[in-house]
């Protein structure tokens, strides 16, 4: 591409994961995140195997990942999928089903269930243990991914799909309004919403009827990786994360796979 397009690229090398794991006992050394600020992208390789799955839990590979994107304030990843006509009799599914196939998901990165507080493992008074995770957003949250949606969708097909669990979640339900009333800013989009479970079964039954989908981070991180799956491989799929300003964070979606 460099020579392509007359650029020069200097790249830097720095441990994430399990390598940094192994090199420094962290999955996100200082030196790492500091010289992610102080570049113009990022380009990130698997963050680690089977190897760190004993480790304690604040320890994993996958606290790297999880320190990188609130580091650098990546709240918004992208995540298309689209079917090659080369490759559709790579997908599971049958031609007639994922044939012209083309979504982008669109999930928040930052906020939700994965970095929600309180959570852990507590003790209650009757001595059981008791596991607890919150899934909070703010009304600054979800406006700014929104509103990455909503112009996505606008330079793609005009239609936005928000998926949420409002008839049984308080936090879908202000996620489900929000997202209805940044809908008045952008009437060249025709907005609709779907339920988590319905629509990871509609991506089965009818992917087609897909342009652009924006949902949170928990159901986001599912059905990413569905919407991927429809292509006949996670690993051929590219992501971006990305913030309001700042180096961005650019990967294959592979997984420790």
């Given at each position: 591409?460099?020579?392509?397009?007359?650029?020069?690229?200097?790249?830097?090398?720095?441990?994430?994961?399990?390598?940094?794991?192994?090199?420094?006992?962290?999955?996100?050394?200082?030196?790492?995140?500091?010289?992610?600020?102080?570049?113009?992208?990022?380009?990130?390789?698997?963050?680690?195997?089977?190897?760190?799955?004993?480790?304690?839990?604040?320890?994993?590979?996958?606290?790297?990942?999880?320190?990188l994107r609130a580091g650098l304030e990546l709240f918004a990843n992208l995540r298309p999928a689209t079917i090659l006509p080369q490759l559709v009799d790579a997908s599971s599914l049958k031609r007639e089903v994922v044939e012209g196939v083309d979504i982008m998901v669109v999930r928040e990165l930052t906020g939700g269930i994965y970095f929600g507080e309180p959570k852990g493992v507590f003790e209650t008074e009757t001595g059981q243990k008791r596991g607890v995770n919150t899934m909070a957003y703010t009304v600054e949250e979800i406006d700014r991914i929104g509103k990455v949606a909503f112009e996505t969708a606008q330079k793609r097909r005009g239609q936005l799909c928000s998926v949420d669990k409002a008839n049984v979640l308080e936090v879908s339900q202000l996620w489900r309004d929000l997202i209805t009333a940044l809908a008045a800013d952008y009437p060249d989009v025709e907005l609709s919403h779907l339920y988590v479970d319905n629509a990871a079964m509609q991506l089965i039954r009818w992917p087609r009827q897909f342009d652009t989908i924006v949902t949170g981070n928990l159901f986001g991180d599912i059905l990413s990786d569905a919407a991927a799956m429809l292509t006949g491989s996670?690993?051929?799929?590219?992501?971006?994360?990305?913030?309001?300003?700042?180096?961005?964070?650019?990967?294959?979606?592979?997984g420790s796979a």
């Open positions: 591409i460099g020579q392509q397009m007359d650029l020069a690229f200097e790249f830097q090398e720095a441990l994430i994961g399990g390598a940094a794991i192994d090199e420094t006992g962290s999955p996100l050394p200082d030196e790492t995140l500091k010289a992610c600020k102080g570049s113009d992208a990022i380009l990130l390789a698997a963050i680690g195997g089977y190897k760190g799955d004993n480790l304690p839990r604040h320890q994993r590979p996958e606290k790297g990942l999880l320190g996670i690993g051929m799929l590219p992501s971006a994360s990305l913030g309001a300003d700042g180096p961005g964070v650019y990967e294959p979606v592979h």
